[in-house]
């Protein structure tokens, strides 16, 4: 059955609004590392998914505003460490834009991926590669990651989310 398409508002949607209704979808979180030319740098990031299995790509949204986002670009490879609960001192680090990179990345143990990015030791999985592509939208870029390199982590059943703007232990228990 088809339905007609709905006519695009013309009225600007309430920013906070879309914050709010946005906040009650749970999201993963993860660091996104990099090194290179522009040194290194990282995030925590929430908008990531995976995109293709043909080849391994993974979808990651980066605000521009990001001091990150320039060396992320720049150095064209992503480090991925997907976190687990236990984790969320390090994902408030990465989120915080007043520390400086090298507080970011002080105290934890950090492994260097096939590539030469750092990505997080005890992360539930870690994947790494070059930017495959780059697309403008609003605020952000999507970035397409071809994945090259994965390393999984034995041991946590629990992986760190994000939901209602506060952290959550997800387990691989069934609901």
């Given at each position: 059955?088809?339905?007609?398409?709905?006519?695009?508002?013309?009225?600007?949607?309430?920013?906070?609004?879309?914050?709010?209704?946005?906040?009650?979808l749970?999201?993963?979180?993860?660091?996104?590392?990099?090194?290179?030319?522009?040194?290194?740098?990282?995030?925590?990031?929430?908008?990531?998914?995976?995109?293709?299995?043909?080849?391994?790509?993974?979808?990651v949204?980066?605000?521009?505003?990001?001091?990150?986002?320039?060396?992320?670009?720049?150095?064209?490879?992503?480090?991925?460490?997907?976190?687990?609960?236990?984790?969320?001192?390090?994902?408030?680090?990465f989120?915080?834009?007043?520390?400086?990179?090298?507080?970011?990345?002080?105290?934890?143990?950090?492994?260097?991926?096939?590539?030469?990015?750092?990505?997080?030791d005890?992360?539930?999985?870690?994947?790494?590669?070059?930017?495959?592509?780059?697309?403008?939208?609003?605020?952000?870029?999507?970035?397409?990651?071809?994945?090259?390199?994965?390393?999984?982590?034995?041991?946590?059943p629990?992986?760190?989310?994000?939901?209602?703007?506060?952290?959550?232990?997800?387990?691989?228990?069934?609901?």
């Amino acid at each position: 059955m088809s339905h007609p398409a709905a006519a695009p508002s013309t009225q600007a949607l309430d920013p906070d609004l879309f914050r709010e209704a946005m906040s009650r979808l749970s999201a993963p979180v993860v660091l996104v590392t990099t090194d290179g030319e522009a040194g290194r740098h990282g995030l925590t990031v929430s908008a990531i998914c995976s995109v293709s299995t043909e080849p391994p790509t993974v979808l990651v949204c980066l605000n521009r505003s990001s001091r990150a986002h320039a060396a992320l670009v720049t150095n064209g490879v992503l480090g991925i460490s997907i976190l687990q609960t236990g984790h969320e001192d390090i994902a408030g680090r990465f989120a915080r834009s007043s520390l400086s990179q090298d507080e970011k990345f002080a105290g934890v143990d950090w492994h260097t991926s096939a590539l030469g990015v750092p990505v997080l030791d005890n992360a539930v999985a870690t994947l790494s590669g070059p930017i495959a592509s780059i697309h403008s939208s609003g605020s952000h870029d999507i970035v397409l990651c071809q994945v090259t390199d994965i390393t999984l982590r034995d041991g946590s059943p629990y992986a760190l989310a994000w939901f209602g703007r506060t952290f959550h232990s997800l387990s691989v228990e069934p609901a």
